[in-house]
């Protein structure tokens, strides 16, 4: 298996609540004051990816979606179980995660691509349809603080797709940009998955999706509701989602007098 979750559980303190001193943690003892009780991001989550397969996971926001696919990338270690990843992987997560925000684009397209496993003749090599694909132009060798949010997600994502990998982890990817660079975006990835390479991605918009991916996998409240094909998967999940919208527009019955209770 290219891909491995088992009995992953992730566990967040707030820092907002949590005693950052000892002094801190022997006020709040003293005080009788109840430590915060921990967020679970994830909770008990097992699957494998085989190689050539193409994998979607949804739910709502908070899930636990983002929280899987960092700690597959190594970004963080789970509380317990363990994740693997074989082959070459790349990845495309959130804006600020891999890239340097003082280095120029160039400068971030190369130390990305060799972290990825390429050598430098090898990045010579592709560096200019990596910047060809991006769009990014002659910000190319402007610092990367100064790319808009777009700019960042469509060069991490050329050089992703560019360094040849296994496994791509790719999180909301296809809602960056406009409507052209997303179907560029998306043809993109169906070319990947046609050489038979392994993929595993978020997305909100599952219309963007559903071409890619053939399985499903389902988060809610960080723990897996449902693994299977992506039709079923993703049809309970959005008669769910349909279900809590109409219970939230739902109107409260009124009391004597005009009030609600």
Request: proline residues 5%; positive net charge; hydrophobic residues 45%.
């Amino acid at each position: 298996m290219w891909v491995t979750a088992e009995h992953v559980s992730k566990r967040y303190v707030l820092k907002g609540h949590a005693p950052r001193t000892f002094q801190q943690a022997l006020v709040q003892l003293t005080a009788g004051l109840r430590a915060p009780a921990p967020f679970w991001a994830l909770r008990d989550v097992s699957f494998a990816v085989a190689p050539g397969e193409s994998v979607a996971v949804v739910g709502a926001n908070g899930a636990g979606k983002s929280t899987l696919l960092r700690l597959l990338c190594g970004v963080g270690r789970p509380t317990s179980g363990r994740v693997r990843v074989g082959g070459r992987a790349a990845a495309v997560l959130d804006l600020g995660v891999g890239f340097h925000p003082q280095l120029t684009g160039r400068e971030n397209l190369y130390v990305n691509a060799i972290v990825s496993g390429l050598t430098r003749r090898e990045v010579d090599r592709i560096a200019d349809r990596i910047i060809g694909f991006a769009e990014v132009g002659r910000f190319i060798d402007e610092p990367l603080r100064t790319y808009s949010a777009g700019m960042q997600m469509r060069l991490a994502f050329a050089v992703a797709t560019h360094v040849d990998p296994d496994v791509m982890i790719i999180d909301e990817a296809l809602a960056v940009g406009d409507g052209y660079f997303q179907a560029k975006c998306a043809d993109r990835l169906e070319s990947f998955r046609r050489r038979g390479k392994t993929l595993l991605m978020v997305s909100h918009q599952i219309e963007a999706v559903r071409g890619l991916c053939r399985r499903a996998l389902w988060l809610q409240n960080g723990a897996l509701r449902a693994d299977g094909p992506f039709e079923a998967v993703c049809g309970a999940y959005e008669r769910a989602v349909h279900a809590r919208e109409l219970a939230v527009a739902e109107p409260r019955p009124r009391l004597a007098g005009g009030q609600r209770p």
